[in-house]
């Protein structure tokens, strides 16, 4: 239940209260006062997606507050939450998303949706093009059979089946295309064999062809080091074992000169192992030219398998990798496709093991749901009407797996006969405005005796009614009241004269600006807007009686 609403720079909403009560409540008022966006506050609550152009002009932020009382049957909530009554806080801000707190903690609009889903429906003035489409019957049905959770499973298995039936179709597909295909797989991978590519080949052959093309500078600075190493008057080895001499003489004299006698050993050592290397290397340099020939036909050969199969070396090599995969799936794609065929079997009868046992539970609920709508819309003045949920089992056989739905094999529709001696035909078809509006309110009355004590919020519930319609709608919203809170704007006499609590929503203009305000009205003040409501903005002595006899307790029902 809703306790207390609190609305600030919301649209033309400066700053408004309203405290609610339980039973029946009725917000009047004239046209564009403001009533909308009272509605518009209330679907913020139940956790709707908000616009920034809400936002009241010259304000940043839009905040819409709400005292809900939690009945036993809500939704599960975290122990944050689990107080008999909750805040709710959306701020509407303009620089960046909407924000949500449920208890002062801020929770995502999805678990703000969860929590207040259990609390809060809101019918709006359009919400009966829902009975226009046949997806929605299915989606109400299911709703009021308790079949979600297994039509959950279904269209898992469902999509199962259609990703398997097109893995299928793939396969088939290549099968057509198999003899070319394997041809030409065959004579890329025996080209790659045959090329023999190896990791950090490019690199080495490049480093070679780069000392071929410079072998005769090489050989140039070889010869000079090894003149100064080795072979030169004096060498680089001679002076150093001179140089050693030398110091071993001084180290008689002191014995300073030792380290130094002893740090020369290594240098020594080094010079001979550098000039041997030298010497290796000259003696190993191959300058022949078709060395240099059969590296640069090498380089080629892998730069053209770069281009065809991949930017780099390793590319190609992965390449061949997935080349000689998809040969090997080609030659074993009869056995792949007898796989697929077992697997759509099982998929296929699993899928129509949960599609009929949702099926039952369908026409089980139906049949109860049917009989249920009618005795509501019988109580709303279609007296001789007969209502009836429709299921009609299509099951799919299994050489049309492809067209499984998430929704099971079932078409539901809504059948109605108005008048006696009629045949049912489908509601969308042959149903009037107001015939509209009062199915919408017996699915909804009907819907919510199996639920808990939700609030129910009717957004101009009597459109394209009047007369004695609207009288039978006002007294079913006033039983609905008994078991629920029920908050409806309305523009009928009939409707607000059955309510507990009366509001009245008016819009005034100070120094250019709008403002919506409201106030409860008790006494004459009532009695003036029901009078209102009959006659319009010449209320007569006549009106004010009429209304004052409408509001007495002994002629509401």
Not at 91 to 103: L, M, N, R, S, T
Not at 256 to 280: H, N, S, T
Not at 313 to 328: Q, S
Request: hydrophobic share 40%; aromatic share 4%; proline share 4%.
């Amino acid at each position: 239940m809703i306790r207390h609403l609190r609305v600030r720079n919301l649209a033309t909403i400066e700053d408004l209260e309203i405290r609610f009560g339980p039973g029946f409540s009725v917000l009047t008022g004239e046209t564009g006062a403001g009533k909308s966006i009272l509605i518009d506050s209330l679907r913020l609550i139940g956790g709707e997606k908000a616009s920034a152009d809400l936002i009241r002009t010259g304000c940043r932020e839009a905040v819409v507050e709400a005292l809900l009382t939690r009945p036993p049957t809500a939704p599960a909530a975290p122990p944050i939450l689990e107080a008999e009554e909750m805040s709710v806080q959306r701020i509407v801000a303009e620089e960046g998303a909407a924000k949500a707190y449920c208890d002062g903690v801020l929770v995502p609009l999805k678990r703000l949706r969860d929590l207040v889903s259990g609390l809060i429906d809101v019918y709006g003035q359009n919400d009966h093009i829902f009975l226009l489409r046949l997806d929605s019957h299915l989606d109400y049905l299911d709703q009021q059979a308790g079949t979600l959770a297994l039509r959950t499973e279904t269209a898992g298995l469902a999509g199962e089946l259609r990703a398997q039936w097109q893995k299928r179709l793939e396969w088939r597909a290549k099968e057509r295309d198999r003899r070319q295909r394997l041809d030409y797989l065959e004579y890329q991978i025996q080209e790659l064999e045959k090329a023999a590519l190896r990791p950090g080949e490019e690199d080495e052959l490049r480093a070679e062809r780069h000392r071929l093309r410079n072998a005769e500078k090489i050989g140039g600075l070889l010869d000079k080091a090894l003149g100064l190493a080795y072979s030169g008057e004096p060498s680089l080895s001679e002076l150093a074992v001179k140089l050693q001499a030398v110091l071993d003489e001084l180290v008689g004299f002191d014995a300073a000169f030792a380290d130094y006698r002893e740090a020369l050993g290594p240098a020594v050592i080094a010079a001979r192992e550098a000039a041997d290397f030298l010497m290796r290397y000259k003696d190993g340099q191959d300058v022949a030219p078709e060395r240099l020939e059969t590296i640069e036909e090498r380089l080629s050969r892998i730069e053209s398998l770069k281009r065809k199969y991949g930017g780099q070396l390793e590319e190609v090599r992965v390449r061949l990798d997935e080349l000689v995969a998809e040969r090997d799936d080609l030659v074993r794609i009869q056995d792949r496709l007898a796989a697929a065929d077992e697997e759509i079997a099982r998929l296929h009868a699993a899928f129509a093991e949960k599609a009929a046992r949702l099926s039952d539970r369908r026409r089980a609920a139906a049949a109860e749901l049917g009989g249920a709508i009618e005795r509501e819309i019988g109580m709303l003045g279609m007296k001789k009407a007969r209502f009836e949920v429709r299921v009609s089992p299509q099951p799919v056989p299994l050489e049309s797996a492809d067209a499984v739905r998430d929704s099971g094999w079932d078409e539901v529709e809504f059948l109605i006969s108005p008048n006696p001696g009629e045949d049912l035909k489908p509601l969308r078809r042959i149903a009037s405005g107001g015939e509209l509006s009062r199915i919408m309110l017996a699915l909804k009355s009907a819907g919510r005796a199996r639920e808990g004590a939700p609030t129910l919020i009717f957004d101009e519930i009597d459109a394209g009614i009047g007369g004695r319609t609207a009288d039978f709608v006002a007294q079913k919203l006033r039983r609905l009241a008994r078991t629920h809170q029920v908050i409806c704007i309305t523009h009928l006499p009939q409707i607000a004269s059955h309510a507990d609590y009366h509001f009245r929503i008016d819009k005034r203009i100070e120094k250019d600006r709008t403002f919506t305000t409201v106030r409860a009205l008790l006494g004459e003040e009532r009695v003036e807007e029901i009078a209102r409501l009959m006659t319009g903005s010449r209320i007569t002595d006549a009106a004010r009686a009429s209304a004052r006899e409408m509001l007495r307790p002994d002629g509401r029902e």
